[in-house]
């Protein structure tokens, strides 16, 4: 299939970069792969139809199953050579033709560089689905692809964790003193004294179970520089220098065992064979200064809502769209400022405006109506800075930029 791009109208500044096309997406990527824009794409991200059975204004979600995977394959095998070799695709989908298009994921970008296969809680058992036999369905599923493992460099991403972790569960006594004099004890001991109790049931039975727990969380995060745990280190994971402090420590468990690793890396603190961590290595200071526990991204996401979004960036696209977060979070892990983003399945324009929004380059591909209807005035409302809504407020948003519209 032969395309050729013309350039319908520009909004903002008319040199722009950016692309929003009018058109059949397999087309279109072919035409992208054959006229520079081969190995641009640092990121890739597709919402494809999901093969629901249902039929919605915008679209027909109802192919056989032979026909959503002759759908997709090509659409997958063009896709791959835009990709950066550093680039990363991030396919979401549920479950009704997840192991199809993991499949046909394993086959176009190989098995070896599949990152992850991310959890997106999107909904609660709550309504209708409260009263539905067997496991209720409330999550998609992000496919994340590299072009090629080996190059792909994700940012690191930490999220905020609601509650305290209980494995923190000892104070540290004595910090300014000699480690070889450190002493600890009970953390819960120390805020039931902190209190003015000799005894945590008193303070059980004036706050109750639960206020206990938070004062024990509040005063963990204020003083997280002597709050502590003990865990097992990866034996086979550590250097021959480590082990064998690790093995000194086994033989000497009332010692402790200090290990300077350099500038780039903590220090490994051992005592009985254990490695000393401190809270306060996890703890971030949020709006306003307030501390709180941050961990690592893992593979279930259930911190973005799905619920609110209807009219997020001015458009109604009900049971279809995406919030702006979950494009943010995507965008944040794949790319930095200056990257460029493609979005074959543009829908109401979701990749885009969180794109346009925090510094990319974008080019996004639909052939339906929505593209008149609501992806155009959405970006549009996006650079002149009167959509208040998604990650606005969150990336500074205040208007500029522009992008062109091609057929």
Known sequence: MRVTLKKLAAYGDDKSPNMVIRGDNLGVLEHLASNAHAGLFRCIYIDPPFNTGRV?????DARNPEAWKAMMAPRLRAMRPLLRNDGAIFAEID??????????????FGADNRIAIVTIVRS?????????????????????????????????IVRKRIGRDPAYNLWLVNPDDPPSAWQFTPLKAEVTKHLGHARRTDVVRELGADGFEREVERFSLA?????????????????????????????????????????RHKPMILRGGNRLL??????????????????????????????????????????????????????????????????????????AAVAHKMGRHYVGIEETGTLDELCIPRLT??????????VTRAQGWRGGGGFGVYA
Not at 56 to 60: I, L, N, P, Q, S
């Open 278 to 351: 401190f809270l306060a290595d996890k703890v971030r200071s949020g709006e306003g200064g307030d501390p709180y526990l941050a961990e690592p991204l893992t593979n279930v996401w259930n911190d973005i809502p799905f619920q609110g979004i209807a009219r997020e960036g001015g458009v109604v696209f009900t049971r279809n769209k995406k919030p702006e977060r979950l494009l943010e979070r995507v965008l944040t892990l794949g790319t930095e400022p200056g990257d460029w983003v493609l979005d074959p399945f543009l829908g109401s324009g979701t990749t």
């Open 381 to 390: 409302r996006v650079v002149e800075g009167s959509d208040t809504t998604g």
């Open 223 to 263: 003083h997280a520089r002597r709050v502590v745990r003990f865990a097992q280190p990866r034996y086979e994971a550590v250097s021959l220098a480590a082990r064998a402090l690790i093995d000194r420590s086994r033989a000497e468990p009332e010692r402790i065992f200090w290990l300077d690793r350099g500038a």
């Open 124 to 156: 609660a058992t709550t309504g209708h689905k409260a009263i539905n036999r067997g496991p209720v369905n409330v999550t998609d599923y992000l496919l994340i692809y590299a072009k090629e493992r080996k190059n792909f460099r994700p940012s690191a």
């Open 56 to 60: 919605f204004r915008e679209y027909h």
């Open 95 to 108: 479950d009704t033709q997840l192991g199809c298009l993991l499949l046909l994921m394993d086959d176009v």
